[in-house]
């Protein structure tokens, strides 16, 4: 069945799953989640909520028990350490994580500088293989009298070609 | 004809056209002032640092961005129906001309005064003479005397073809069992390519379009010339 689970978690945990997380939806949660239950308010890592619905870590051990006692009082009371561990028990990312963003672009740019080698290696090769002369009209000495022939006829004489050729000194303005 | 490389219109030679490179200009500064402001405004939303989730509505910039686009419009329709309508002038012509489109050459009759009436078509790319347009040249031209009001009648003998030469402003389909009439006047002495704007068979791209502006006099001298060739 194409909507098995195990057809959907090969396909998450492989190619797709770099392929198609933007560096903005990456911050909702740092690894995908199995299930996610919507009907309780949910955690998240957004810029613009610093203080989500829910802490991190909800389920507390004893040890992390007695750090919210004594986080009731006076925080000077409180080591660096402690301090740290308390915002990452009501926290998953600091804000310096949320926004640091990923090295995707350098993968795009090599990708956009290979398909353009390879179309202008496929370019060259038709020009080297395929295409036949061009018509004797682009010959230079075609080209010089046509452009004579143009200057007489007085192309575009207002602001076009002819306006940028001196007819006094015979010669491009 | 165009110059190689050229991005533009190609210079005017007919009132008409100088009008519509004049509104071209001004369409075309509206269009970039608004692709500015759109660009800019897209910038600044990306690269904005902080987020406002609480906007509800917002009365004043809605009235904004829906009358100040609607004072734009007006600001290009005008000046188009008003080339539109000029197009239109009765305009008393001094000149008749038949443009007939045929699979795959123009015929031109000017049966003002004599029965004249030749067709003209492409000089294949090996019969050019060195310094000739490749695909824009032809045997005869559609010669006009200059700076007086044409009346070209347009239609076509097989299939749907269009009259356009783009230095004059005229571009008019030529629809067989139809006649529509178009006029230019020449402003100044100049030959003038064009070439059939209607797809309509194999050889489509090769029927062109070429109209020599001249003095009265090489006008007359010329229709003599072709009446006693006939």
């Not at chain 1, 804000?95 to 640091?100: D, L, N, R, T």
């Not at chain 1, 290696?121 to 002369?133: I, P």
């Not at chain 2, 008003?82 to 001309?97: A, K, Q, S």
Request: a negative charge; one cysteine or more.
């Amino acid at each position: 069945m194409l909507s098995s689970r195990a057809l959907v978690r090969g396909l998450q945990s492989g190619l797709w799953r770099r392929v198609s997380t933007t560096s903005g939806m990456k911050a909702a949660h740092a690894q995908d989640l199995d299930v996610i239950d919507c009907s309780v308010p949910q955690y998240n890592n957004r810029r613009d909520t610093p203080l989500p619905d829910v802490p991190f870590v909800q389920n507390l051990n004893a040890e992390q028990k007695k750090l919210k006692e004594k986080e009731k009082g006076p925080w000077t009371n409180l080591t660096k350490e402690e301090k740290l561990a308390l915002y990452r028990l009501s926290h998953e990312l600091s804000y310096a994580e949320m926004k640091k963003g990923s090295d995707e672009w350098k993968t795009v740019i090599g990708g956009v500088f290979f398909f353009l080698g390879f179309t202008g290696l496929l370019v060259w090769w038709q020009r080297a293989y395929v295409f036949g002369d061009v018509p004797r009209t682009l010959s230079p000495e075609w080209i010089e009298m046509q452009t004579k022939r143009m200057l007489d006829m007085r192309v575009n004489p207002v602001g076009g070609f002819s306006a940028k050729w001196d007819y006094e000194k015979n010669q491009w303005k | 004809m165009a110059h190689p490389s050229q991005l533009g219109f190609q210079d005017a030679a007919s009132p008409v056209m100088e009008e519509l490179l004049h509104f071209h200009d001004h369409a075309l500064m509206i269009v970039f002032l608004i692709s500015t402001l759109v660009l800019y405004i897209i910038v600044a939303m990306v690269t904005a640092k902080v987020t406002n989730k609480y906007i509800i509505d917002s009365q004043e910039i809605e009235i904004v961005w829906t009358v100040l686009p609607a004072v734009i419009l007006t600001l290009i329709a005008l000046p188009s129906l008003r080339i539109l309508y000029l197009m239109d002038e009765i305009n008393d012509p001094h000149l008749t001309v038949k443009a007939m489109g045929h699979q795959w050459y123009w015929s031109y009759e000017y049966t003002d005064y004599e029965n004249l009436g030749f067709d003209s078509y492409m000089i294949p790319t090996q019969d050019l003479s060195p310094g000739q347009f490749r695909l824009l040249e032809t045997d005869h031209r559609m010669v006009v005397p200059m700076e007086s009001p044409i009346r070209v009648l347009v239609s076509a003998e097989d299939v749907l073809h269009s009259w356009a030469v783009p230095a004059l402003g005229v571009k008019m389909d030529g629809v067989p069992g139809r006649l529509n009439q178009t006029a230019f006047i020449a402003s100044r002495p100049g030959v003038f390519y064009g070439q059939c704007s209607e797809i309509c068979g194999a050889n489509h791209s090769f029927m062109p379009i070429v109209v020599e502006a001249v003095p009265l006099e090489h006008f007359e001298n010329w229709s003599s010339l072709m009446l006693e060739d006939a």
